[in-house]
């Protein structure tokens, strides 16, 4: 099979030819038709994989090719997806607690297994994700790692329906968060730099737009009822702290961007109306099943450019650099 791999810490990606995997006990082989581009990559090709040579990517979508022994759920030629929950151990404490997204020895697809970055991929059978007919591969590949991070994100945020809700970034991520808020039924304030992306926002499903550039947005949020949840998508500390004083009483700032700076907030902010910050992980292989029926049933829908699978150094700079219109998928025919 052709697939993609980062031979040692920091070398570009290369395409190689390597057999075909086989699948043992309770593990599923999957046919790629796409894999997703996420910011995250950037562990496996920077020196975080546990072994080298590693092959990236944890947004597949693809095929069931072959099961192993003992799998029983999933069957030849059902189109499953994989994200970054490639499969726990149900031993350790977290897991024995049901928590299996923060089990201590979980397998990272593409970090620490081999990932969708090529024609075949490995997975435990707790890893995937049925994927409806309503979805395209291309359209359900990022809603593995983006879309069930923002789903699953927003509905732990602890907001209801009607409530005010607020989205930071209008990105990768973002554009996905607004849509998804507004599906489930949010009061959706959407908040990114520049006003020209106010139209373009109100489009996804915002029904307010802050340009941050001009607006205070604690004061903006505030005026507006103050936000139940903010979930904030961006890599900057700065816009994403710069929320908080916008929560209402008990509100909760949801961060799933990352960003390279330490997050500063107020104590007086979070003490005197009892405000959360929290950090959420992307979710396991049930949780992007539930973002990809929600997807097919409400029409949220990822933006995407596409690029055959031998251009992924390409599809990766474009996305570094904050080119990707909004979400690059690698395919592989
Ligand atoms: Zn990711
Ligand atoms: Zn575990």
Same mark, same amino acid.
């Given at each position: 099979?052709?697939?993609?791999?980062?031979?040692?810490? /920091?070398?570009?990606?290369?395409?190689?030819?390597?057999?075909?995997?086989?699948?043992?006990?309770?593990?599923?082989?999957?046919?790629?038709?796409?894999?997703?581009?996420?910011?995250?990559?950037?562990?496996?090709?920077?020196?975080?994989? &546990?072994?080298?040579?590693?092959?990236?990517?944890?947004?597949?979508?693809?095929?069931?090719?072959?099961?192993?022994?003992?799998?029983?759920?999933?069957?030849?030629?059902?189109?499953?997806?994989? &994200?970054?929950?490639?499969?726990?151990?149900?031993?350790?404490?977290?897991?024995? @607690?049901?928590?299996?997204?923060?089990?201590?020895?979980?397998?990272?697809?593409?970090?620490?297994?081999?990932?969708?970055?090529?024609?075949?991929?490995?997975?435990?059978?707790?890893?995937?994700?049925?994927?409806?007919?309503?979805?395209?591969?291309?359209?359900?590949?990022?809603?593995?790692?983006?879309?069930?991070?923002?789903?699953?994100?927003?509905?732990?945020?602890? #907001?209801?329906?009607?409530?005010?809700?607020?989205?930071?970034?209008?990105?990768?991520?973002?554009?996905? /968060?607004?849509?998804?808020?507004?599906?489930? /039924?949010?009061?959706?304030?959407?908040?990114?730099?520049?006003? @020209?992306?106010? @139209?373009?926002?109100?489009?996804?499903? #915002?029904?307010?737009?802050?340009?941050?550039?001009?607006?205070?947005?604690?004061?903006?949020?505030?005026?507006?009822?103050?936000?139940?949840?903010?979930?904030?998508?961006?890599?900057?500390?700065?816009?994403?702290?710069?929320?908080?004083?916008?929560?209402?009483?008990?509100?909760?700032?949801?961060?799933?961007?990352?960003?390279? @700076?330490?997050?500063?907030?107020?104590?007086?902010?979070?003490?005197?109306?009892?405000?959360?910050?929290?950090?959420?992980?992307?979710?396991?292989?049930?949780?992007?099943?539930?973002?990809?029926?929600?997807?097919?049933?409400?029409?949220?829908?990822?933006?995407?450019?596409?690029?055959?699978?031998?251009? #992924?150094?390409?599809?990766?700079?474009?996305?570094?650099?904050?080119?990707?219109?909004?979400?690059?998928?690698?395919?592989?025919?």
């Amino acid at each position: 099979m052709r697939a993609v791999q980062v031979a040692k810490p /920091g070398a570009d990606f290369e395409l190689v030819d390597r057999p075909v995997p086989q699948p043992g006990h309770w593990q599923v082989l999957v046919r790629t038709a796409a894999c997703g581009v996420c910011h995250s990559d950037v562990m496996t090709k920077d020196g975080m994989a &546990g072994a080298y040579p590693r092959t990236p990517g944890h947004e597949v979508a693809g095929t069931v090719e072959a099961v192993g022994d003992g799998v029983a759920q999933w069957q030849v030629g059902q189109r499953v997806g994989i &994200g970054w929950f490639g499969g726990a151990c149900f031993t350790c404490t977290p897991c024995r @607690e049901g928590d299996f997204i923060s089990c201590r020895a979980a397998r990272v697809t593409g970090l620490s297994a081999d990932g969708g970055y090529a024609e075949y991929v490995l997975a435990p059978a707790d890893a995937l994700a049925a994927i409806p007919d309503e979805l395209s591969d291309v359209e359900a590949a990022p809603l593995m790692c983006a879309g069930v991070t923002c789903f699953n994100g927003l509905r732990g945020s602890g #907001a209801r329906a009607g409530d005010l809700v607020a989205v930071v970034g209008l990105g990768g991520l973002g554009h996905l /968060g607004v849509q998804f808020a507004n599906k489930m /039924g949010f009061e959706v304030v959407a908040i990114a730099r520049g006003e @020209e992306k106010g @139209e373009f926002a109100r489009q996804l499903g #915002a029904h307010h737009y802050l340009d941050s550039t001009v607006v205070d947005v604690a004061a903006e949020l505030a005026r507006l009822g103050g936000a139940r949840a903010v979930l904030s998508t961006v890599t900057s500390s700065a816009a994403t702290t710069a929320t908080v004083g916008g929560l209402r009483p008990r509100g909760r700032l949801v961060v799933i961007g990352v960003p390279t @700076e330490p997050l500063q907030v107020s104590a007086a902010d979070l003490i005197l109306a009892s405000r959360l910050v929290a950090g959420h992980a992307s979710g396991t292989g049930m949780d992007s099943e539930d973002t990809l029926r929600f997807a097919a049933l409400t029409g949220v829908r990822p933006i995407v450019e596409t690029l055959p699978m031998a251009e #992924a150094n390409r599809g990766y700079a474009r996305m570094m650099a904050g080119q990707a219109r909004f979400r690059i998928v690698l395919t592989t025919r």
